[in-house]
């Protein structure tokens, strides 16, 4: 197990070397001169010329990326010229309500995922079974940024049960935190759940054909007790590692949903960083957001072998 | 069953797999309608009309008008025209760079290491937010959000093609081919790629949803097709604005995204079903 864990981690840091380069080539994608684009038209050639040195641009490109990798290691961003701060700092102040968001549409997919995907495969082919896998198949196609506005519209304005748009902490008033979180939630995560369903329902499905299925039932054990623990217990691992991929497309998701909710998160940060030309925020987001990815990707794979006793990969 | 026979009953099992007919129907009609988007709109979706600024839908406009009095319905109509551009393209990008990447990692293995770890590491991003930085450096227009959606996509179809490769050229054929003395070129291009053909006709189904809607995506955030062009994420995002007053100028353009998104998503599934049965979800 420690020598797999060892083995799983040294393969990250190729991928996390890609992942830092990649934000470092993002500078050299400007077309032009990228200091002139990001100091604007108004800037003085002594200027230009002074932030092409601070930004080390005027150097070699091997040695600017080697630079980079230094500082990133160092746990150094950068600093945002217009937010007057470290990279770091600003990613720190943004990232609890994207979390939060992210956590919570997480378990909206489940909730609304799993039981979907076992109610189907039940009884495959009945209605209930067609019916939600056509809500599934709608789930999948309908843009979640799209579905916000119309629960907003809905439930904000026509019915007035939930504010249209904005953001509490959790840790200062729960309530008016929750009020704010459940559209944001649901939509973001409703998609998702569309995906867990599908994928719940053909493990269920292959689960319960197993001859482990008839053994049970031919002992006289209950239709739920045989549903639930022998068959639920072993469609389970695939499901996990659905649940790391969901939670990678949340952590996309929730960019967009909350610029519709006007929560104050990592994705309102890197748009308004974009439009600003702020690139060291455009690129401390995604660096952190890759990282994230990674790291839950190694969780998952954690968490599949203590579900799946059989993997050991030895 | 002879060669002859087998090609012969593909179009027939593709005609009667319900998925692919209802998803090809669909996409037909979004086609039709951007290519007569002219004879189909009732107005010119860039004429700004502040007269008639948030009208609801009538018999004049069809879907209402915007909070600048542009008709909806000719906005819908022409933005297919954007989302289509944006989606064949990056397919077709996708595909082409897939097909390089993924036979010269299948086929050469030192260089496999190397690509396949640039791939991961490209495909750790999440998809959205790599596409904003990109669009991020180089600005707004159509070709930069086809250059990102490309660069966010291409991996995906590499690792299809690459793990296609790898298992057909063990296969008896290829070897023969070898032993005929053909070379590495030959061998790909007629022994090996017709195999992948299946594979990408289906992933690209996927990767057309993908891209139209990220399109879509990256134009309402505002770093996507510039604000004037009539595109669904643009008309959707200006919807946000005027919401409380007219719920339909958003509610439309996301109903021809979500139906497009259904027809690519039915034929993907439909395509698969049909080229590969192995892969047929139960």
């Known amino acids: 197990m420690t020598a797999y864990l060892i083995r799983r981690i040294l393969a990250l840091v190729p991928v996390l070397a890609v992942v830092v380069s990649v934000a470092f080539l993002l500078i050299h994608l400007?077309?032009?001169?990228?200091?002139?684009?990001?100091?604007?038209?108004?800037?003085?050639?002594?200027?230009?010329?002074?932030?092409?040195?601070?930004?080390?641009?005027?150097?070699?490109?091997?040695?600017?990326?080697?630079?980079?990798?230094?500082?990133?290691?160092?746990?150094?961003?950068?600093?945002?010229?217009?937010?007057?701060?470290p990279v770091t700092q600003?990613?720190?102040?943004?990232?609890?309500?994207?979390?939060?968001?992210?956590?919570?549409?997480?378990l909206v997919a489940i909730v609304i995922g799993v039981p979907s995907g076992i109610v189907a495969a039940a009884q495959p082919g009945s209605l209930w079974d067609r019916t939600l896998m056509l809500a599934a198949l709608l789930g999948v196609c309908v843009p979640?940024?799209?579905?916000?506005?119309?629960?907003?519209?809905?439930?904000?304005?026509?019915?007035?049960?939930?504010?249209?748009?904005?953001?509490a902490s959790i840790f200062v008033d729960p309530v008016a935190a929750l009020r704010y979180m459940v559209l944001p939630a649901v939509s973001l995560g409703f998609s998702q759940s569309a995906l867990i369903a599908r994928i719940s329902?053909?493990?269920?499905?292959?689960?319960?054909?197993?001859?482990?299925?008839?053994?049970?039932?031919?002992?006289?054990?209950?239709?739920?007790?045989?549903?639930?623990?022998?068959?639920?217990?072993?469609?389970?691992v695939p499901v996990v590692t659905v649940i790391g991929i969901t939670m990678a497309i949340l952590i996309g998701g929730a960019v967009v949903t909350e610029i519709v909710f006007n929560i104050p998160g990592l994705g309102r940060l890197i748009i308004s960083a974009v439009l600003r030309r702020d690139y060291p925020v455009v690129q401390g987001v995604i660096l952190a957001t890759a990282t994230a990815y990674v790291l839950i990707n190694l969780g998952v794979d954690m968490l599949y072998v203590f579900i799946d006793p059989r993997i050991r990969y030895e | 069953m002879s060669d002859a026979v087998a090609r012969a009953t593909w179009p027939r099992r593709l005609g009667r797999s319900r998925n692919v007919v209802t998803g090809a129907l669909i996409v037909t009609l979004v086609v039709l309608g951007a290519l007569f988007a002219g004879a189909?709109?009732?107005?010119?979706?860039?004429?700004?009309?502040?007269?008639?600024?948030?009208?609801?839908?009538?018999?004049?406009?069809?879907?209402?008008?915007?909070?600048?009095?542009?008709?909806?319905?000719?906005?819908?109509?022409?933005?297919?025209?954007?989302?289509?551009?944006?989606?064949?393209t990056t397919m077709a990008l996708t595909s082409l760079g897939g097909i390089v990447v993924g036979l010269v990692a299948g086929y050469y293995r030192r260089l496999d290491i190397v690509l396949m770890r640039v791939m991961d590491g490209l495909m750790a991003f999440p998809a959205i937010l790599l596409a904003i930085a990109l669009m991020a450096a180089r600005g707004?227009?159509?070709?930069?959000?086809?250059?990102?959606?490309?660069?966010?996509?291409?991996?995906?179809?590499?690792?299809?093609?690459?793990?296609?490769?790898?298992?057909?050229?063990?296969?008896?054929?290829?070897?023969?081919?070898?032993?005929?003395?053909?070379r590495d070129l030959a061998i790909?291009?007629?022994?090996?790629?017709?195999?992948?053909?299946?594979?990408?006709?289906?992933?690209?189904?996927?990767?057309?949803?993908?891209?139209?809607?990220?399109?879509?995506?990256?134009?309402?955030?505002?770093?996507?097709?510039?604000?004037?062009?009539?595109?669904?994420?643009?008309?959707i995002?200006?919807?946000?604005?005027?919401?409380?007053?007219?719920?339909?100028?958003?509610?439309?353009?996301?109903?021809?995204?979500?139906?497009?998104?259904?027809?690519?998503?039915?034929?993907?599934?439909?395509?698969?079903?049909?080229?590969?049965?192995?892969?047929?979800?139960?």
């Not at chain 2, 069809?62 to 944006?86: A, K, M, N, P």
């Open chain 1, 30 to 85: 400007i077309p032009g001169d990228p200091v002139s684009v990001m100091l604007g038209p108004d800037a003085t050639p002594a200027q230009i010329q002074a932030a092409r040195h601070a930004l080390g641009l005027d150097r070699p490109l091997p040695e600017q990326l080697l630079k980079f990798y230094a500082r990133v290691l160092r746990g150094d961003l950068g600093r945002s010229y217009f937010l007057d701060r």
């Open chain 1, 90 to 106: 600003a990613l720190l102040e943004r990232a609890e309500p994207t979390l939060v968001l992210t956590l919570s549409a997480l």
């Open chain 1, 144 to 167: 979640g940024f799209w579905l916000s506005l119309n629960f907003i519209y809905l439930f904000a304005v026509r019915l007035g049960w939930l504010p249209a748009a904005g953001y």
């Open chain 1, 201 to 236: 329902r053909s493990c269920m499905l292959e689960a319960l054909q197993q001859d482990y299925i008839r053994t049970a039932r031919a002992k006289g054990l209950s239709h739920a007790t045989v549903t639930w623990v022998h068959a639920f217990r072993n469609a389970l």
């Open chain 2, 40 to 88: 189909v709109s009732t107005h010119n979706p860039r004429r700004l009309d502040p007269a008639n600024r948030l009208k609801p839908p009538s018999a004049q406009n069809y879907l209402g008008t915007d909070e600048f009095g542009r008709d909806v319905w000719s906005l819908v109509v022409h933005g297919s025209q954007v989302s289509l551009i944006v989606g064949a």
């Open chain 2, 140 to 182: 707004s227009g159509v070709g930069n959000v086809i250059f990102a959606l490309s660069v966010v996509y291409t991996p995906r179809t590499a690792m299809l093609i690459r793990s296609t490769v790898l298992s057909i050229r063990e296969l008896d054929y290829v070897l023969a081919a070898r032993a005929l003395g053909r």
């Open chain 2, 188 to 235: 790909a291009f007629r022994h090996i790629l017709p195999n992948c053909i299946g594979p990408l006709l289906v992933q690209g189904s996927f990767i057309f949803a993908y891209a139209i809607l990220a399109e879509a995506i990256l134009g309402f955030l505002g770093v996507g097709v510039p604000p004037y062009v009539p595109s669904w994420g643009n008309v």
């Open chain 2, 237 to 282: 995002a200006s919807g946000k604005n005027v919401i409380r007053e007219a719920f339909w100028v958003s509610l439309f353009p996301g109903l021809a995204l979500t139906l497009s998104g259904l027809g690519l998503n039915l034929l993907g599934d439909g395509l698969r079903d049909t080229l590969d049965p192995r892969l047929r979800v139960p």
